[in-house]
């Protein structure tokens, strides 16, 4: 499985980013989950949203819930993570990435097993 990541900028503090990770080698993805993990700098990696891929379920760490939202382009191949109402504790390394297994909650950064390059999220105050 092989994952790109994009979208990354910088916006000030209220702004929204859409990033965009796009997944090949799906076949072994059909039963498995994609999601979303950051890095802020001197700080460890932190999941944030994820989305199992067949169903469709969501899952967000309390920092993000009600800001960002994660969804699923089954013909693109592609994973998105809309976050509004940014703000500057946001500011991080965003990563994908993705496992072969269903997940039934927000699982830890270790345990994700494909992981895409990072793309920088920089919120300004």
Excluded: H
Excluded at 64 to 75: L, Q
Excluded at 82 to 97: F, G, I, R, W
Aim: aromatic fraction near 8%.
């Amino acid at each position: 499985v092989q994952l790109q990541a994009s979208g990354g900028g910088s916006v000030q503090a209220g702004g929204s980013l859409t990033l965009s990770c796009e997944v090949s080698g799906r076949t072994s993805m059909m039963n498995g989950a994609v999601g979303w993990i950051r890095q802020a700098p001197g700080k460890e990696r932190e999941s944030v949203a994820a989305i199992n891929w067949s169903g469709g379920r969501l899952f967000y760490s309390d920092s993000v819930k009600g800001r960002f939202t994660i969804s699923r382009d089954n013909g693109r191949n592609t994973v998105y993570l809309q976050m509004n109402s940014l703000k500057p504790e946001d500011t991080a390394v965003y990563y994908c990435a993705a496992r072969n297994n269903r997940i039934v909650v927000l699982m830890a950064p270790e345990t994700w097993s494909y992981w895409g390059q990072g793309t920088q999220v920089t919120v300004s105050s």
